[in-house]
């Protein structure tokens, strides 16, 4: 069979591009099958590599007490105080860390076997390289001419079918390798935020460090988080809810603001935003002016200079001088167009001197930059709260629909049905709940003056400080103190425009919820005119939310994860009494409410002529829950015929 010198050319320019095998798509398939190796093999070199370190981690900590690993440190020339954890084998993990990134693992091990001889140690014989991840192509080899007669004339006839399996082929491998690799990165990133949070969780529960040394480790760790890709909320979550203001300051304030310049910045631009104008809020700005002013750095003056306008702002606004306000909020904008505290500080100052429209552009803005987080109520509870810039935004809604999607539209509120007074039911003129549907528009006034507890009016909530005897310790906190797995719940309103499973019926309802930690808390209201002896029913729904893995909550919290006990009841005090400990009260069964909405009651009779009802709730397990909320709806209180 002839071959023209047109084929010829074919094959030679075909041999020039390919590896010396078959022709037709078998070439690609082998290449892409060599590939394949090269990532699996990628991937088992990775997976060794990490297995000598976890293992020589372990064998120190093991073989070593905290003295001799210090001794060690000292030994070969590193600073065991300047480890950036807490406990020995924390430490000990670190010190390999920073030995690994110098190529010094193989002396570490060389002292260990000679001061540890009887123990098992890796073999180290040289610095732990990273695995090749360049992939090289096989070499191309030439076609002899013979090899060209021979493939010619066995030239396969349905190029395009195969062609088409093969482009099928590699996509599905370039795929999987793709997620493959991304899935690897993302497990990489979870590890390092979980050993972030490890250190951050000892360094603020351990009591044996002084001030400066917590809050080094802690600012260590909420600056790794920062800079890792989707665990900024995280961080801030950890700086407001974990950290007392004491501990909060100090992350602003270390001795030397040079030598963590990175660290002290990346806290404050991750924190800062998110300070609200209060005695708190303000504080914390105050404190980060000092250290950014001694950094050589012009983003590190810049943003010195937004906080001193915006607090600037916030101090003239709140004596009264809002223009003066309006000019340093300006400059402070001017700054950072991106900081969503300022823009709404601004809009607060526009209502003030009665300019409700230009008001409404600035929390627009402010739900563009913010929307989902912390600035998204607060916008929220200035429009329904102020009757003009209500008035204007209803006017104008078609203008402003990222308020619009916030803000219920001016009908009349759905309250629970009561019963009808009759000659058996009627209790006296004011024996009735006030604000029993929790419909008081917002903003809520603060109980005590503390930020964290937003009370509807007329009720008031109590809550324990510290664990009772009779609560267990979750196994998760060891040997630390209480602040680890108790605290007081946070009150807040909740808005059915944003949450309506949340709400059982009309705009609003009253939640309460605590973060990683357990509490004890309720509402109760007093009642009084009422006639002796009366029995009384009191009612209210209640609805329950805990939540193990946030990630498997689905979106917005719809469902719980692995909900432990909440020891949800109510009760009724027949002598009017506040203590909700009072051996006096009247309680209800406990019943489970996890999101669904169940109707608590509760029958006593009164005392006297003054009853209080109560309603309580205690998160209880034995592993720490991320979140643990409870929402109350449309409550009531009548006779019992």
Not at 208 to 227: D, M, Y
């Amino acid at each position: 069979m002839g071959v023209s010198r047109r084929d010829m050319l074919y094959l030679y320019a075909e041999s020039a591009y390919q590896p010396s095998t078959p022709i037709g798509y078998n070439t690609t398939t082998n290449v892409v099958q060599q590939k394949v190796a090269f990532e699996v093999k990628v991937a088992q070199e990775a997976q060794t590599q990490q297995e000598v370190l976890v293992r020589l981690r372990q064998n120190l900590a093991k073989h070593f007490s905290e003295e001799e690993i210090r001794t060690l440190c000292f030994d070969m020339g590193v600073d065991y105080e300047n480890l950036p954890a807490i406990g020995k084998e924390n430490k000990a993990r670190e010190f390999i860390v920073y030995l690994e990134r110098c190529g010094r693992l193989p002396e570490l091990v060389e002292n260990c076997r000679e001061l540890r001889p009887s123990s098992s140690w890796p073999t180290i014989s040289g610095p732990i390289q990273p695995a090749q991840t360049a992939y090289t192509a096989p070499e191309v080899q030439k076609t002899s001419d013979n090899e060209i007669h021979h493939r010619v004339g066995a030239k396969p006839k349905d190029w395009t079918r195969r062609i088409a399996v093969g482009s099928i082929v590699l996509v599905i491998v370039i795929a999987t390798v793709v997620y493959a690799v991304l899935r690897l990165e993302q497990q990489m990133i979870d590890s390092q935020a979980q050993r972030l949070m490890q250190d951050f969780q000892e360094a603020s529960n351990y009591q044996g460090v002084t001030r400066a040394e917590r809050a080094k480790i802690q600012r260590a760790s909420l600056a790794g988080l920062f800079r890792l890709k989707g665990y900024a909320d995280r961080a801030r979550w950890q700086f407001f809810e974990q950290l007392p203001l004491d501990q909060q300051r100090a992350l602003f304030e270390p001795d030397d603001p040079k030598s963590v310049q990175d660290q002290l910045v990346a806290v404050i631009e991750g924190t800062y935003t998110e300070l609200w104008n209060d005695e708190r809020g303000n504080e914390l700005l105050q404190a980060m002016i000092p250290s950014l002013r001694k950094l050589d750095r012009a983003d590190a003056i810049n943003l010195a200079t937004e906080i001193e306008q915006w607090l600037q702002g916030r101090t003239s606004q709140n004596r009264g001088d809002c223009p003066q306000a309006m000019q340093a909020y300006k400059v402070a904008i001017s700054l950072n167009t991106g900081n969503s505290g300022t823009h709404f500080d601004y809009a607060l100052a526009l209502v003030c001197i009665n300019d409700p429209d230009q008001a409404l552009v600035e929390l627009e803005t402010v739900l563009s930059l913010n929307w989902g987080g912390f600035w998204q109520a607060r916008v929220r509870q200035e429009v329904v709260s102020d009757k003009p810039l209500y008035a204007m935004w209803w006017q104008e809604k078609e203008k402003y629909k990222a308020i619009a999607a916030l803000v219920p539209a001016p009908t009349p509120a759905t309250s629970a049905p009561t019963p009808t007074p009759t000659e058996s039911s009627s209790i006296a003129s004011r024996a009735d709940l006030v604000n029993g549907d929790f419909e008081a528009p917002p903003p809520w006034p603060l109980q005590d003056n503390i930020r964290e507890v937003q009370v509807a009016p007329s009720w008031r909530a109590w809550y324990l400080d510290k664990p009772p005897a009779y609560v267990k310790k979750p196994v998760n906190c060891g040997g630390v103190d209480y602040g680890c797995y108790w605290m007081r719940p946070e009150f807040r309103d909740m808005v059915a425009a944003s949450f309506p499973n949340r709400v059982h019926s009309g705009f609003y309802a009253q939640e309460y919820f605590s973060y990683g930690r357990m509490h004890e808390a309720g509402l109760y209201q007093q009642i009084g005119g009422i006639k002796p002896e009366t029995m009384l029913r009191f009612s209210i729904w209640i609805q329950a939310w805990q939540c193990f893995n946030i990630d498997e909550c689905g979106k917005d919290g719809i469902h719980s994860d692995k909900p432990a006990e909440m020891h949800l009841k109510v009760g009724i005090d027949p002598n009017g009494g506040s203590d909700p400990l009072s051996s006096n009260i009247v309680w209800s069964s406990e019943q489970e409410a996890f999101d669904r909405w169940v109707d608590f009651s509760v029958e006593a009779k009164a005392a006297g002529d003054t009853v209080t009802v109560f309603t309580h709730s205690r998160a209880d397990w034995d592993w720490a829950r991320t979140y643990s909320g409870v929402y109350l709806d449309d409550a009531s209180l009548a006779a019992v015929p």
